[in-house]
């Protein structure tokens, strides 16, 4: 089955760095596309950034040039670099892998449970 499990949370000072990082499981990786999603307390959970099989990439506009996707295709890994956090970058990040049925042709989200982090100011 899917799995994605994400790591690399934590608490960081604002203006800190932190990477995450999700491995994907279960899925062709190298084809697929990935994304970054967050959840901020008492809000939807929103777009971070989405990387294609191709290496195009989709930065909501409140991380562009702070926040960097990469992807490692031998390791079946999607890292999240994220330098000058901000208070508002606390959240729940989420890794997403949008994976379409063999028959269906259907996309199915999958998505990690998520790892903690919290910017103090």
């Known amino acids: 089955q899917v799995q994605l499990v994400e790591s690399g949370g934590g608490l960081v000072q604002a203006g800190g760095s932190l990477r995450l990082s999700c491995v994907a499981s279960?899925?062709?990786?190298?084809?697929?596309?990935m994304g970054w999603y967050r959840r901020a307390p008492g809000k939807q959970r929103e777009l971070v950034v989405t990387i294609t099989s191709g290496g195009e990439t989709n930065y909501a506009d409140s991380v562009k040039g702070r926040f960097t996707i990469s992807r490692d295709n031998a390791k079946n890994t999607v890292y999240l670099q994220m330098n000058s956090l901000k208070p508002e970058d606390t959240a729940v990040y989420y890794c997403?892998?949008?994976?379409?049925?063999?028959?269906?042709?259907?996309?199915?989200?999958?998505w990690g449970r998520g790892t903690q982090v919290t910017v103090s100011s």
């Open positions: 997403n892998a949008p994976v379409r049925a063999p028959i269906s042709k259907r996309l199915i989200d999958y």
């Open positions: 279960g899925i062709n990786f190298n084809i697929n596309a």
